[in-house]
């Protein structure tokens, strides 16, 4: 068979296959001398020779040029591209795999082919015989090997072109290797560097927890000690602002910090505890509060000499340069009681002098002012057809009974009083009500300023202290307006006037009571004594002046049959006859009922238990009396005389028909009643 002479044959094949491995840019490992590659022999083309050629890469080498195991190159077996392995296509013939076997030898292996158990008897030659099938085999095996032949001279050709490549990518790495063995020095020197920035980082944290640890032992510290040692000590930023600083908020500030160490100091120096610290500082302390007297009394006693510079505002100095700096006056007080009293008086000697000079000169522009005077000539009871003195710049119609506008005010929208100026060039007559009002609203607003700025100012005083410092500022003025009262009413007979002064006066105590200023009371308490009285004089003398009115109407009716001309408007005479006299009421009921209709109107909000209350009983006595005696002119005709009578009460009716308060219900029962009498 030729399965046996095909493996005891075996012929080395003499056309290794061509080396699959990349060529490297280094140079190329020589042979041996004497030795060359054998050059490829196209007979040796039998299976065997596949065969062994498949198996080993190296058997056609002698064992001098075969490369040893360790060699560092690896040994590429696989077969080309597009060539059929000689083994697949004999396993393929003999129908199973071949069996394999180690030769003798430490590097070479032989293939041993066995008979296998069974053979295939009907082989598939396509149609051919057996030595053309052979033949085509070896074709095919010579065909690729030549191509794998020129593959390999191709890739050496394509080298050997690209030679210049190489030897440059051979020098860009070794530049490379260059490049990293200066990084891998440069990150030794840096991991060194390394070790040493974390041995000093440890010595940092060590230092560092040292220092936590000092810190939290000092903060332990200062929160036992600070507090204390804050209520002792003071800085020397307010030292500097006391001793030579300028006067505004922050030496304000730097003085309550003064004051506040001085108190803990007191305190300290006269307890228990015997603090060194504390009496070291104590002389410190006392000296640089003797400076900040010095400074508080040279600013205040400039304040005060400025108070009696010309034309110079006190308030304007008061609220911005005084009250600003109130806490002047309690320090001085508390650290130097003496030298505070001094200023205090220094004080009030000054305003005393201010309000005394301003209010003299205001008093003086009020006595340029025209005042209407009433005297007893203008009594009710008094003829009306007598010459009367009048007042330059009084109207000629002015009726001095009437009450008119001069009520209004008593209205809370007046609150303004004649400036100095205005009363200097007023030419106008005014009732004595306009100057009372006008000096005291003035005396009234300024006494209530200066009250509140003595109350901010010396707040440490006590509220008598503060009173009698108060009083004592406006005691002169006081006496100034009681003398200008007194000057307006003491020789008056004008009661709606005197009224008027009276209610404007009970206007500002309650105002004044209203501030919570209780300074003024006296002197109000004076006005009033001065006021009532007079008024009642006034009221007596208009009284009596209507009864003896009435003693002559009844003097007359006795010794004439026809009524006087103050009793009837008719024709007069012995010899005249009463039938011709009319029954039309009074010229004194007119004056009358305008005269009681201003007392009504004044004291609307006034109770009849006061003065003017009796003496306007007294009056309307007087005035009844008058009617009846008046009435007898009538003679025997007791239905004229009782005409007569109505008609003079439904006129004083009329007139006081407006009135309210409780005087008035009085007063108007009192008529409703004699009305009612004579109706019936």
């Known amino acids: 068979m030729f399965l046996d002479r095909f493996s005891g044959h075996p012929t080395p094949s003499n056309s290794p296959a061509p080396s699959q491995r990349s060529y490297s840019p280094a140079p190329r490992r020589q042979l041996p001398s004497g030795l060359s590659r054998p050059a490829l022999n196209p007979r040796s083309s039998s299976l065997t020779s596949l065969v062994s050629r498949a198996n080993s890469s190296t058997g056609s080498l002698p064992g001098t040029v075969r490369l040893t195991n360790g060699s560092s190159l690896k040994q590429s077996t696989a077969a080309p591209p597009h060539v059929v392995d000689p083994v697949d296509v004999l396993e393929k013939i003999i129908g199973g795999p071949l069996k394999r076997g180690e030769a003798d030898g430490d590097d070479q292996e032989e293939v041993v082919i066995e008979k296998p158990s069974e053979l295939q008897e009907d082989i598939d030659f396509g149609g051919i015989s057996l030595q053309e099938f052979a033949r085509s085999q070896a074709n095919n095996v010579s065909a690729l090997d030549i191509e794998a032949t020129q593959e390999s001279v191709q890739s050496v050709e394509e080298y050997e072109k690209e030679r210049d490549k190489f030897e440059d990518l051979h020098r860009s790495i070794q530049a490379c290797d260059g490049v990293l063995k200066s990084v891998e020095i440069s990150l030794a020197g840096f991991q060194k560097d390394l070790g040493i920035v974390s041995m000093e980082i440890e010595t940092l944290q060590t230092k560092s927890a040292a220092l936590n640890n000092r810190l939290e032992n000092r903060k332990r510290v200062e929160r036992i000690l600070g507090p204390a040692v804050e209520e002792i000590s003071i800085s020397p930023v307010v030292v500097q602002c006391i001793a030579n600083g300028q006067m505004d908020e922050n030496w304000l500030k730097a003085l309550a910090e003064l004051q506040k160490r001085l108190k803990v100091i007191e305190a300290k120096a006269t307890g228990t505890d015997n603090i060194k610290a504390a009496t070291d500082i104590k ?65 009030v000697n000054t305003m005393r002098w201010y309000y005394l000079n301003h209010f003299t000169r205001y008093h003086e522009a009020l006595n340029k002012l025209s005042i209407i005077r009433i005297g007893q000539t203008e009594m009710l009871g008094s003829d009306p057809t007598a010459p009367k003195p009048r007042t330059p710049g009084q109207p000629s119609t002015h009726d001095v009974y009437n009450i008119s506008r001069r009520g209004d005010i008593l209205k809370p929208s007046n609150t303004t009083a004649i400036s100095s100026y205005a009363a200097e060039e007023d030419k106008a007559a005014h009732h004595i009500e306009t100057p009372f009002r006008s000096f005291n609203l003035a005396l009234i607003d300024n006494l209530s300023a200066e009250y509140s700025f003595l109350t901010e100012f010396f707040a440490t005083d006590t509220f008598s202290a503060m009173s009698r410092r108060c009083a004592s500022i406006f005691e ?39 501030r919570k200023v209780p300074v003024a009371e006296s002197y109000l308490n004076g006005l009033n004594m001065t006021l009532w009285p007079r008024l009642q004089v006034a009221m007596d003398a208009h009284s009596e002046s209507i009864r003896q009115l009435a003693t002559t109407v009844a003097a007359r009716t006795s010794s004439s049959s026809a009524a006087s001309k103050l009793s009837f408007t008719g024709t007069q005479g012995s010899s005249a006859d009463a039938s011709k006299l009319t029954t039309a009421p009074h010229p004194l009921t007119q004056r009358f009922s305008q005269f009681l209709y201003g007392i009504l109107a004044v004291s609307r909000e006034a109770g009849d238990d006061e003065p003017v209350a009796n003496s306007l009983r007294r009056l309307r006595g007087e005035y009844d009396a008058f009617l009846l005696k008046a009435s007898k002119g009538a003679g025997a005709d007791q239905r004229k005389r009782d005409r007569f009578l109505g008609n003079n009460y439904a006129l004083v009716m009329a007139i006081i028909a407006d009135a309210e308060g409780r005087l008035a219900e009085e007063v108007k029962g009192h008529f409703g009643e004699v009305v009612e009498g004579l109706v019936k």
């Open 476 to 514: 002169p003025t006081f006496s100034l307006g009681s003398s200008l009262t007194t000057d307006l009413v003491s020789t008056s007979y004008d009661c709606l006037g005197i009224l008027l002064c009276v209610r404007l006066n009970q206007a500002f105590a309650f105002e004044l009571q209203r």
């Open 283 to 347: 002389p410190l302390l006392e000296s640089l509060a003797t400076r900040a007297v010095e400074r508080i009394r040279d600013y205040l006693v400039t304040q005060i000499k400025a108070i009696r510079s010309p034309n110079m505002n006190a308030q304007i100095i008061q609220q911005h340069n005084l009250v600003r700096f109130k806490d002047l006056y309690s320090f001085l007080s508390k650290n130097n009681a003496k030298l505070a009293g001094e200023i205090g008086q220094a004080y």
